[in-house]
């Protein structure tokens, strides 16, 4: 019989880089499989789901996302660590076709239809945090279910089937497409958490699973080769910036202006200046989760009509020795 892998999903993003780099060493080869999510959360969190064949054991994913679906009766899965405590900036995108040339402000987009990748996915938990910051109503926005990042781009330029207004997508992912014209920026929402958390499925926690012995090294590795890829000296010497411009073929700059923004969990570089850090997750691990994270999201997105915040953390871990402040 062969060996079982550990498999873990992730958003095929620059983001994942130091994921990358643990698949490509000794154990890594070994031990895990990434298995690519490129539609982003929603898609991890149906490939998560046993009873329609799962597909991954462990879930790198969007913060907002994976607590939304707990406080949503989701039980097939528990936060396990932190992986990226800033923010993510989502663009809100819009596209160059005459039909979405009335767009031109996130005012503008009051009432229309909003495409999102999956229900329960990033793009649409961040839609409903930008109506709630511009004050719209419960009946001013609608959601288009475009699946795809390809259908989604196709949507805000009145493609048929998936004509929408705009979708929200991370700002460097899509920023190539702005650069070659095909869509264009009218605003940005960072989160007000910490982006990325790790989540694994509760079939894969149970001690007797092949995996979930496998688990905890994973997240050891995982903020060992974290501390490797980014860390004050690969900043300076440019070798991470080189990394992500190779891997994903993204302009030099944009990678050096992004890789300004964002830090990892266990990261030993100071915060970046002048961009705004979430209050919160700034003491995690990847195998820790901040208990103020998960309150204060889950207020956000109450607020949002998101979820009914339930504030008893210790149901969105599957230990409560996880939880730090």
Not at 47 to 52: E, G
Not at 90 to 100: D, E, F, L, N, R
Not at 175 to 181: A, F, I, N, R, T
Request: glycine share 8%; net charge negative; hydrophobic share 35%.
């Amino acid at each position: 019989m062969s060996k079982k892998v550990l498999r873990i999903g992730f958003v095929p993003e620059h983001f994942a880089a130091p994921l990358h780099h643990l698949a490509a060493t000794t154990w890594g080869k070994e031990n895990i499989e990434l298995v690519s999510q490129p539609s982003g959360t929603g898609q991890m969190l149906t490939s998560l789901d046993a009873s329609s064949g799962q597909k991954i054991d462990v879930a790198v994913a969007l913060t907002e996302a994976l607590i939304t679906g707990i406080a949503k009766g989701r039980t097939d899965y528990k936060l396990v660590g932190s992986y990226v405590r800033t923010s993510l900036n989502w663009a809100v995108i819009t596209g160059t076709s005459p039909a979405a040339s009335s767009y031109n402000a996130i005012s503008d987009l009051k009432a229309t239809k909003i495409g999102i990748s999956r229900v329960g996915s990033g793009s649409q938990i961040m839609a409903s945090v930008m109506a709630l910051q511009h004050n719209w109503g419960a009946g001013e926005i609608q959601f288009k279910v475009n699946d795809t990042f390809a259908q989604l781009r196709d949507g805000v330029n009145g493609k048929e089937p998936w004509e929408s207004s705009c979708f929200m997508w991370e700002w460097y992912t899509t920023k190539p497409y702005v650069d070659s014209g095909e869509v264009r920026f009218i605003g940005s929402v960072p989160t007000p958490w910490p982006s990325w958390t790790i989540a694994a499925s509760t079939n894969t926690l149970a001690q007797e699973s092949e995996e979930g012995k496998v688990l905890g090294e994973f997240l050891t590795r995982l903020q060992e080769e974290i501390r490797k890829f980014a860390n004050p000296q690969t900043r300076k010497d440019g070798t991470a910036k080189k990394w992500i411009v190779d891997h994903h073929q993204y302009k030099e700059e944009d990678v050096e202006s992004w890789l300004e923004t964002v830090r990892w969990v266990g990261e030993e570089t100071e915060n970046p200046t002048g961009v705004k850090v979430p209050s919160s997750g700034q003491n995690t691990t990847t195998q820790t989760i901040s208990a103020s994270t998960i309150r204060e999201t889950l207020e956000l997105l109450e607020k949002a009509g998101v979820v009914k915040a339930d504030i008893d953390v210790k149901k969105f871990v599957d230990n409560d020795s996880r939880l730090v402040d």
